[in-house]
């Protein structure tokens, strides 16, 4: 777009062949945006389908292209808008310093280093540049062109390496990354529990495998302790004074009573025939 409006802008002076605005184009510029003569003739072309500029032939034999109506109104107002940054180009820098600070294995600050050496020597050449524009006359409107172009670039430059400066300063306040888990091993440890593997204890299947599949898998036994309560040491109970011994004089037992030693009861005759009677009675 801007080639565009370049030959447009050339063409406000008055007609010219392709060949000619080319020249004046890289003049303008310093070289710096070298043109194609196809490019040229090929922009021209469009112009011309669009209405903007008109082709006659010229005394030399070449096509000579000028501005038409139309074309110098497109010039006015190309002065008068603004140059859209809303919308900036890519920029392949920016994507490989992204990409290499976001990758694992990207070492983002040895492209900052090498992409710095190589804009400082660019930008020692645009101020050798400079000073032979200014030791050319700079004072003409067309090396006053070509000057203010080269100073465009060299700030351009200069801001790029205090960009670079900047993201090496950045990326270097950043902790380093953990050490990554060994070949095989995924970085929460091969049982997803996050331990090392000297802290883990072997699952069955694995202990069986270490052992050749033969025999039944024991587990070493954990002895659990359990606190123990410390032992009371209360003072001795206090014994209460002991009874003295019963002294009392043994109880006096009452005078037995003598034995009945009479003789025994004779009965008498009168009681005799009575018994008789009375057994007769009962048998």
Same mark, same amino acid.
């Given at each position: ?27 303008? %510029? ?23 500029? $008109?082709? *006659? ?45 976001? /990758? ?24 050798? =540049? ?13 090396? =006053? ?19 670079? $400066? ?30 090392? /593997? ?11 495998? $270490? ?6 898998? %024991? ?13 009371? %040491?209360?003072?001795?109970?206090? =014994? ?31 009681? *005799? ?11």
């Amino acid at each position: 777009m801007s080639i565009r409006y370049g030959l447009l802008a050339l063409l406000e002076r008055g007609p010219s062949h392709g060949a000619q605005l080319r020249s004046d184009f890289e003049t303008r %510029t310093g070289t710096t945006w070298p043109l194609n003569v196809g490019q040229v003739y090929t922009t021209l072309a469009r112009l011309e389908r669009d209405g903007l500029v $008109a082709s *006659q032939p010229g005394a030399d034999g070449r096509q000579q292209y000028a501005l038409s109506g139309a074309g110098r109104l497109e010039v006015r107002g190309w002065y008068a808008r603004p140059v859209d940054r809303s919308q900036p180009a890519r920029d392949e820098l920016a994507i490989k310093i992204a990409m290499a600070a976001g /990758a694992p294995g990207g070492d983002a600050r040895a492209v900052i280093s090498a992409q710095r050496r190589h804009t400082l020597r660019v930008l020692q050449g645009y101020a050798r =540049l400079t000073a032979r524009a200014l030791a050319g006359g700079a004072a003409e409107r067309k090396g =006053l062109a070509w000057l203010l172009v080269l100073e465009q670039l060299v700030f351009q430059t200069e801001a790029e390496v205090r960009w670079l $400066a900047h993201c090496d300063r950045v990326l270097g306040d950043l902790p380093e990354p953990a050490a990554p888990p060994p070949v095989g091993e995924p970085p929460d440890g091969p049982d997803g529990t996050g331990r090392p /593997a000297a802290e883990r204890r072997p699952s069955r299947s694995g202990a069986a495998r $270490a052992g050749g599949g033969a025999g039944p898998v %024991t587990r070493p036994h954990h002895r659990r302790t359990v606190p123990t309560r410390p032992r009371t %040491t209360a003072p001795p109970r206090r =014994l209460s004074a002991a009874r003295p011994p019963n002294t009392a004089p043994p109880r006096r037992l009452s005078a037995a009573r003598p034995l009945n030693t009479a003789p025994p009861r004779r009965p008498d005759a009168a009681s *005799q025939p009575r018994r008789t009677a009375r057994e007769g009675t009962t048998a």
